[in-house]
């Protein structure tokens, strides 16, 4: 192989496949042993606009997309004149377009080689116009080098029904490519480094996660980008008789069952993105006073308001760290990469049943709607923790019984003699409700005294890199495979270590040890104001040198980071 | 021998009120029908009529304004072998929570659901509520209410006519039991709309 990592993008309106040709390169990559990492743009519309799939591929580890793209396939004319600046003076782009027929300033400004590629004429010849998507396919089966018969498989296995169009629209690409592209055959070798078995988007792999963890009540009111979950998990109640998943009123109704849900003993997660948040507050704080343990799987977006509702945004860190009126014991994980969205879908059901308090998940589009591929998620078996249960409580059981660490342990309705009040208004042990100040207090620091075994249970952040390296990066979420991808990938990548939080509330007072052991400090945050800055500043004294920041909907790609982290 | 809900908390509410007579004649009808105190979830809706949270000793949830029908749907179907419950006021259930009774209604969810309709925010001192007359005069409408008011009847029979839906007046101790009683029977979704004066701040309503 030439060259590690390849990069290839479909591009196309809304309604024309983008998704469906782009995961089917993925299967095909899958079948042929490449690790892929992948990202797509769409607009908020079911018809018309411009998608893209893009998907790098290696045979080594891919941590994140890349910006710039190595073939791009236009599925219907001009659209790829919004991609100029992803090309390179060897990007082959292939569009059903004469050269002459171009708007010559476009053509003008581009790099690359521009082929034309007769979609329409070959899907007429098949009897379709729909396949133009699967012709393209076709065309990267053969300049990739793909197995031929193989490709039709895993097309067929895909379209099921129409097997037969899709697989003379495979022929009739790889065809077509071998008669007149020839000379781009890339002659890949397959000689895989590691065997891999499956890919999965974030909110897929915090679903399955979910169910690993035991998880049986999911609660949610649809809500680009966290709406994958909810589908996905609807879609598994046949296979899991014990699973609910409610698409509830709205999103205050979605929180409020959730309390219940998980008060009369379910496993209880609602997902949401930003404005669905704002909506979940007051039922948030209702779980912190009562002590019941809910999940929140927060899909960022960016804001304000409605926003930009198909993009990406760490935008939510503060917002999620401060929800919820008033003052109780959360905890705020994120996830950075696949494997840990499948992680923190049952740590936080294990966290949220052992502390009893809310535990917010917090992903973004970026992360939940882009696909890694990585070992088979579904063979996974995690350790459950149903948190403290008491089963023969004495008469005179006290649900918030005063206690060493705060944690009392919780009778479920139906426990004989396990009778109690759970309570939005402060309340005494039993649970009825108070205005007596010692209680209030005592209460309160019963509460808040849970957050020492909070620290101890969430999960520790990742140090990667040189350890003694002079220039630290700190970051958390989605940003982690972008920053692993440009550290792959740019020269003096033994100059950095790079610290990923995965417990962003409450903060490790370690962190600030490992911070400490580094001379040049760089935050980099998908976000305008650097919102980890801020909560570490409100920990201890930390003046990072540098902080980078991006805001525009889009998330960082590994380029990008390269030559900030050069300058 | 009776089951007995009660905790040893005496109750706070104006004496004369009719949540008085609502506690009695909840209490009675789930002992004639041996609802076991374990397995039985009562929710309240912040309002006086929440305020029969303390006064119980079951499994309670004193939840959110407006919010205690969700709370008491996510625990039926998480476990639908509770007896589930719910007690509030107008202002909770007809006003700031009126998606969730539409949703609980749609789906006609065995819960319980008891109103005392009192055609005002009584806690927090009587404000226009839901089900207050077009015209009435109170603290946050001085001039007259310009509203006409819900009918809860006809407008829960107009989502599903197949939930348990009446309305009793509360001076009438025979009905109140009786529409209790076959409200706890009903094999679905139904509410009581026991409607009561507040002897605090009702009487503005006819000034
Ligand atoms: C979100 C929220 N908004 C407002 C309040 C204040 N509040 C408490 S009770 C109440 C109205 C109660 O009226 P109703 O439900 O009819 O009960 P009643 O007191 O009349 O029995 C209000 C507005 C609150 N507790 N929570
Ligand atoms: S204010 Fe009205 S509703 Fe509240 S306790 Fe007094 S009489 Fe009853
Ligand atoms: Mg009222």
């Known amino acids: ?567 | 021998m009776p089951t007995n809900y009660r905790s040893s908390i005496t109750p706070t509410w104006c004496p004369g009120c009719h949540n008085y007579l609502v506690f009695a004649a909840i209490q009675k009808n789930l002992s004639d029908l041996n609802v076991d105190s374990s397995n039985l979830v009562m929710n309240y809706d912040i309002g006086c009529a929440g305020n029969f949270a303390d006064f119980f000793k079951t499994y309670g949830f004193h939840t959110l304004h407006g919010r205690s029908i969700a709370t008491a749907m996510g625990e039926k179907i998480a476990n639908p072998n509770l007896f589930v419950c719910v007690i509030g006021g107008d202002g909770g259930i007809y006003g700031e929570g009126l998606n969730h009774l539409v949703s609980a209604v749609r789906s006609n969810i065995n819960i319980k659901v008891f109103v005392s309709n009192n055609f005002l925010y009584s806690l927090t001192t009587g404000q226009t509520s839901p089900t207050t007359p077009k015209g009435s005069r109170t603290k946050s409408t001085p001039t007259g209410n310009i509203n006409v008011p819900v009918d809860p009847v006809k407008l829960i029979k107009s989502i599903n006519p197949d939930v348990f839906v009446e309305s009793v007046d509360n001076r009438d101790m025979v009905k109140l039991n009786d529409t209790i009683k076959r409200a706890l029977e009903f094999p679905g979704f139904a509410l009581v709309d026991m409607i009561q004066e507040c002897v605090a701040f009702g009487k503005q309503l006819n000034s």
């Not at chain 1, 009111?221 to 879609?235: N, S, V």
């Not at chain 1, 989605?478 to 740019?490: M, Q």
């Open chain 1, 1 to 567: 192989m030439s060259k590690k990592v390849f990069t290839i993008k479909f591009a196309g309106p809304a309604g024309m496949g983008i998704k469906s040709v782009g995961q089917l390169f993925s299967k095909i990559l899958i079948a042929h042993d490449f690790n892929l990492s992948d990202y797509s743009e769409y607009p908020s519309l079911v018809r018309g606009g411009h998608n893209t799939c893009q998907i790098s591929f290696s045979q080594d580890k891919v941590f994140a997309p890349h910006y710039f793209i190595d073939i791009l396939f236009s599925i219907v004319p001009n659209h790829w004149p919004q991609h100029l600046g992803e090309f390179t003076k060897d990007t082959l782009i292939f569009s059903d377009e004469q050269i002459d027929q171009i708007n010559p300033e476009f053509n003008q400004k581009r790099k690359g080689k521009f082929l034309s590629l007769p979609l329409k004429t070959l899907a007429n010849e098949i009897g379709s116009a729909q396949v133009v998507n699967t012709i393209s396919l076709g065309v990267a089966a053969y300049l990739f080098n793909f197995d031929l018969e193989l490709t039709k498989t895993i097309v067929c296995g895909f379209y099921k029904n129409f097997c037969d169009l899709n697989a003379r629209a495979i022929q009739s690409g790889y065809d077509y490519a071998k008669t007149n592209f020839s000379k781009y055959k890339l002659n890949l070798i397959y000689k895989p480094t590691t065997k891999t078995t499956d890919f999965y988007e974030g909110n897929e792999a915090y679903s399955l996660g979910f169910l690993a963890g035991k998880g049986d009540f999911y609660c949610a009111y649809p809500m680009t980008p966290a709406t994958g979950a909810l589908h996905f998990l609807a879609a598994k109640q046949e296979a899991y008789p014990n699973l609910k998943v409610i698409h509830a009123e709205d999103e205050v109704g979605v929180a409020n069952m959730a309390v219940g849900a998980a008060f009369a003993g379910a496993r209880t997660a609602v997902g949401t993105s930003g404005g669905g948040f704002a909506l979940m507050n007051e039922a948030m704080s209702l779980c912190g006073v009562s002590e019941v343990g809910v999940v929140y799987y927060l899909v960022s977006r960016p804001g304000p308001a409605t926003g930009i509702p198909t993009y990406t945004a760490q935008a939510d860190l503060l917002h999620a760290i401060n929800s919820g009126h008033g003052e109780f014991p959360k905890i705020v994980i994120a996830p950075g990469d696949i494997d840990e969205s499948f992680e923190m879908g049952y740590q936080s059901l294990n966290l949220a049943a052992k502390i009893q308090t809310p535990v917010i998940v917090i992903s973004d589009k970026f992360l939940g709607e882009s696909s890694t591929s990585t070992q088979d998620l579904t063979k996974i078996k995690p350790e459950i923790d149903l948190g403290d249960i008491e089963k023969n409580p004495n008469s005179d059981y006290k649900r918030y019984q005063y206690s060493q660490g705060g944690i009392s342990p919780r009778t479920i309705p139906g426990t004989q003699n396990g009778q109690f009040l759970a309570n939005s208004y402060e309340h005494d042990e039993y649970g009825f409700s108070t205005e007596d100040a010692t209680t209030a207090k005592k209460m309160f620091d019963k509460r808040n005294s849970k957050y020492k075994l909070a620290l101890k249970l969430a999960p520790k952040a990742n140090l990667f890199g040189n350890k003694s390296a002079k220039k630290l990066i700190i970051s958390w979420g989605s940003t982690k495979g972008p920053i692993l991808e440009a550290l792959k990938n740019i020269k003096n990548s033994s100059d950095f270590a790079f610290l990923q939080l995965k417990t962003l509330w409450p903060i490790n007072p370690d962190i600030k040890k490992i911070i400490d052991g580094f001379k040049e400090i760089i935050v980099i945050e998908n976000n305008g104001t650097g919102q980890l800055v801020s909560i570490l500043k409100s920990q201890f004294d930390f003046n990072p040198q540098k902080i980078h920041l991006k805001y525009d909907g889009r998330p960082f790609f590994p380029e990008e980071i390269v030559k900030k982290l050069n300058n």
